[in-house]
């Protein structure tokens, strides 16, 4: 994860939080449950192979607790967290037997998660999550038993082996979890696969430390893990207050959507209308996150500009004139300026705002823009937004029938609109052919800008 996360970055990150103070779902229990269980029997096959013998038990000791320090300077990444356990993990390996190295591991994560639990920071039902996240230690332990060779006396072939052992190991278990817990994909997975090259730079101390078989040594670590905590702490301050301004944003959103709605019934159900037809057209085009996000408050608020207009051009019985008109027209441009006051990622918002009544040929307005110089998610919301309106109940008029409205749609794809566009959208409403037309209860006739047009002239 970057220092500036994306949108799906801050949605794996708040699910994340969200998760820890829930109690463990069932799937997350049968992951839990797999993985963690898959552990402790690879543990206790190495202990099988090469069971402990007399060792030194002050330096293990030592170790485990350093671990347990390490453990507790967190840094988040959207998918859980990654620490500093390289710095003690390692001399851990050169301290204690190779049979218990996996069992002090648990025992050093197991006391910071009794601790996050007393704290109120996670469930308790988590910690089931330690054995499974513990898999770490199995990867090198498992390459020293097989090389028939301590740590201590380890060559740098051996040790580099045990070191990609470790992330392999790792990074499997994390994949089976995610995918049996939360359905995480493999892609997303990979994005966070950079926390390795922290700990393959953190190996390199670890093993200077080692090398010392000081107990005093590992302790010399305690204060730079004091440090790493604080900007871990730091860290997460930061993104949790990312995660709140972005959640304000939203809500900012949402209550602008119910302003436009408790203002013109028929206005708010149509946007509403167009947003879930717009995302299903973001899904067949692939739209990433961001997109997607900005497309559906594009088309939920593209006509909030309307709350601008005097309400006797909104509400005149008769025909605009040329002046009317006019005033009707400057809804994308007032939209606009109500979401760049807004602020943040709804300045993106109020550009599709603006540009949702640009035709693919230049014959639109505000602008004048064409082609694809008009911004992707406006091009959707148009597309969307006459079809919502032409399959849609009026006072004045029959919805129009879908074959009727698909030939309006594919007659004006290149003129008024993206042909590309068009394609998504077809591929979307074929399947709804026999639906039923909208229902929207509106006794008022309608006015240029409501969305009610022919693709002739959207307004």
Known sequence: MSLNPDLEEQQLLAET?????????????????LVGGGFLVAAAVLWWRQPPGAFAIWPVLVCVLVLALAAVARFDTPIGFTVPTQLAF???????????????VVVAMLI?????????????????NTSSNAWFAIGPVAVFEIAGVSPAHAGPVILVA????????????VVVREAITRGTDLAALLRETW???????LSGVGLVVARAASPAAVLALVPLLGLLALFGHE???????????????????????????????????????????????????????QRKRNLEFGALLHDVGKIAIPKEIINKPGKLD???????????????????????????????????????????????LAGERIPLEARIIACCDTWNAMRTDRAYRKALSHEVALAELTANSGTQFDPMVVEALVKVITPAAASVPIRVDDSRPALPGAGVVMPSQAA
């Open 322 to 368: 040329a002046a009317e008109w006019t005033v009707i027209k400057t809804h994308t441009v007032e939209g606009q300026k109500m979401l760049e006051r807004v602020g943040g990622f709804m300045r993106e918002v109020g550009l599709i705002v603006r540009s949702h009544h640009e035709r693919w040929d230049g014959g639109g307005y505000p602008d004048g």
């Open 17 to 33: 939080y969200r998760l820890a103070g829930a109690r463990l779902s069932a799937r997350e229990l049968i992951g839990e449950v």
């Open 195 to 201: 926390v390795y090259g922290i700990d393959a730079a």
């Open 235 to 289: 860290r997460r301050r930061r993104l949790e207050g990312l995660l709140e301004l972005g959640s304000a944003y939203r809500g900012t959103a949402l209550v602008l959507g119910d302003v436009v709605e408790a203002d013109d019934g028929y206005t708010g159900e149509h946007c509403k209308s167009v947003v879930a037809l717009a995302l299903d057209v973001a899904d067949v085009l692939k739209l990433d996150a």
């Open 162 to 173: 045990a070191l990609a052992a470790q992330f392999a190991v790792d990074f499997a278990a």
């Open 112 to 128: 910071v998660r009794v601790r996050d639990v007393a704290m109120g920071e996670i469930s308790p039902s988590r910690l089931f």
């Open 90 to 104: 390692v001399p851990l390996l050169f301290a204690a037997p190779l049979a218990l190295v996996a069992p002090s």
